[in-house]
C-alpha cells in the first residue's frame, strides 16, 4: 500500500499553513543591519571585482579557494551572471571549447563531451552553480551596486567610487547624490562588452589619460578571439586588472559570440595575477 497520503490529505495540510509571527521591524532590523555590517567590513579590502559576469565569477570562485584573500564583488544589475543566463541568440545550451572544460569539472557542473568542445544542458546551470559556489566560499556579493568612478593614488587604481545602481541611472534628474567609496589592494574590471556598463572600466581609465585608447572589439572570429582574451588577460594599468571581454574591448581582438570558454579562463587568470600581486604586497 502507499505511504504517501491522498492529494486531498496534502491540499488540506496547505490549506492549514500558518507561519511563525514576526514583526515587520525586526525584519527591517535584520537585513539592515547585516547589510550595513557587509558595508563597513568590507569598506577597505583585498580585491574589488567590478561586473559579475562570466569572468568576474570565475576570478572570484577561483580566488575563493584562498580563505586569507577577502574578495567583493560589484554588480550593477539585480541578477549577478551577466550573460551568462544563456547561450547564443537566448538559446540555453552553452558551449565551452577546450580546455576550458576544466573549468567546468572543478566547479561540479555536467556536461556532454562533443570532442574539441563540451556542451553545458542550460547555461544557467553554470552560472547558478559559480555564484553559489562563491557565495558559499565567502565572497561578498553587492548587486544592484555600481561603480561610478575609481580611487587612484600617485598613478595607482587603490579602489571603486560606488553608488545604487538606480541612483547612477538616476544622475542628471536630482541635484547632487554623491557616492560611497570602496578601497582595495587590487580591481578586477570584468565589465564586457554592449550595455550601458559594458567596458567602463577602461573606459575610465582613457578618460584619466591613463591609457591611449579603447577601439573596441572586432568582428567574430572564435578562433581568434578566445586565445587572444586570455593571452592579453593583464594588469593593464598600476593596480586594476583587465579581465573577459573588456580585454577585447581594449585591444581591439575580435568578439568570440556564443563560446564561454575564455571567460572562465581568463577570469581564472586574472585570479592567479591578483594572487601574485597581493602576496608580493605583504612582503613589501
Not at 130 to 143: A, P
Amino acid at each position: 500500500a502507499s505511504t504517501h497520503p491522498p492529494h486531498s490529505a496534502k491540499k488540506m495540510a496547505a490549506d492549514n499553513v500558518c507561519f511563525a509571527p514576526v514583526k515587520e521591524s525586526d525584519v527591517s532590523r535584520e537585513m539592515t543591519s547585516r547589510y550595513m555590517k557587509d558595508m563597513l567590513e568590507y569598506a577597505e579590502t583585498d580585491v574589488v571585482i567590478v561586473g559579475a559576469g562570466p569572468s568576474g565569477l570565475a576570478c572570484a570562485f577561483e580566488l575563493s579557494k584562498n580563505k586569507n584573500i577577502k574578495v567583493a564583488v560589484i554588480e550593477a544589475s539585480v541578477a549577478p551572471g551577466g550573460g551568462g543566463w544563456v547561450g547564443g541568440q537566448l538559446f540555453s545550451p552553452m558551449i565551452v571549447r577546450k580546455p576550458a572544460h576544466e573549468f567546468l569539472i572543478d566547479l561540479g557542473v555536467a556536461f556532454e563531451d562533443m570532442g574539441n568542445y563540451v556542451v553545458v544542458a542550460h547555461a544557467a546551470l553554470t552560472t547558478a552553480t559559480l555564484i553559489k559556489r562563491c557565495i558559499e566560499n565567502g565572497v561578498k556579493l553587492f548587486n544592484a551596486t555600481s561603480v561610478e568612478d575609481l580611487i587612484i593614488r600617485n598613478g595607482v587604481v587603490s579602489g571603486v567610487v560606488t553608488n545604487w545602481a538606480l541612483v547612477t541611472k538616476a544622475h542628471g534628474t536630482q541635484s547632487c547624490m554623491d557616492p560611497n567609496v570602496m578601497e582595495a589592494k587590487v580591481v578586477v574590471s570584468s565589465c564586457g562588452h554592449d550595455g550601458p556598463f559594458g567596458a567602463t572600466g577602461v573606459r575610465r581609465l582613457k578618460e584619466l589619460g591613463m591609457i591611449d585608447n579603447v577601439p573596441g572589439m572586432k568582428a567574430l572570429d572564435m578562433n581568434a578571439s578566445e586565445d587572444a582574451v586570455v593571452r592579453q588577460t593583464r594588469e593593464i594599468v598600476p593596480g586594476m586588472i583587465v579581465t573577459g571581454m573588456e580585454v577585447a574591448e581594449v585591444d581591439g581582438t575580435a568578439r568570440m559570440g556564443p563560446t564561454f570558454g575564455a571567460m572562465f579562463l581568463s577570469g581564472r587568470k586574472a585570479a592567479h595575477i591578483v594572487a601574485s600581486k597581493l602576496e608580493k604586497m605583504s612582503k613589501q
